[in-house]
């Protein structure tokens, strides 16, 4: 009984340990959105993996239903207006591309 259970627990441990070995680490990358007066302003505030960043695409759903995309720049500081009717509860995205080719949404919220 102990020789199986033991078995067992190596089986079920190889498999949890070889599935976490594949998975991608995050990268680190802010990127910030504030609704004004003239649209929403995409804020790209830089971040550990923001020089491996190779383009940011911007989207924010206006109250239409009508949705406006826009490229922010790639290096900390870098700001997009993207301008529309933006009033409350629009949605807003950015999705940065990376050197190794990977996408990650580093921002998703409502405004």
């Known amino acids: 009984m102990v020789g199986v259970t033991c078995v067992l627990a190596a089986i079920i441990a190889s498999f949890v340990f070889g599935m976490a070995n594949g ?3 995050a990268k680190i990358v802010a990127v910030t959105a504030e609704n004004g ?7 790209n505030n830089g971040g550990h993996d923001v ?3 190779t383009g940011i695409t911007v989207n924010a ?3 239409s239903g009508v949705d406006v995309t826009g ?3 790639n290096s900390a500081g870098s700001r997009k207006l993207l301008t529309g009717a933006f009033t409350s509860n629009n949605a807003v995205i950015a999705t940065a591309t ?8 580093v921002l998703s919220t409502t405004l």
Do not use: E
Request: hydrophobic letters at 30%; aromatic letters at 8%.
């Open 37 to 43: 007066a003239n649209g929403i302003t995409f804020t």
């Open 51 to 53: 020089s491996h960043v």
């Open 71 to 73: 490229t922010l720049g």
């Open 61 to 63: 759903t206006q109250d």
């Open 23 to 25: 998975m991608d680490k």
């Open 98 to 105: 990376f050197d190794d080719g990977t996408t990650q949404v």
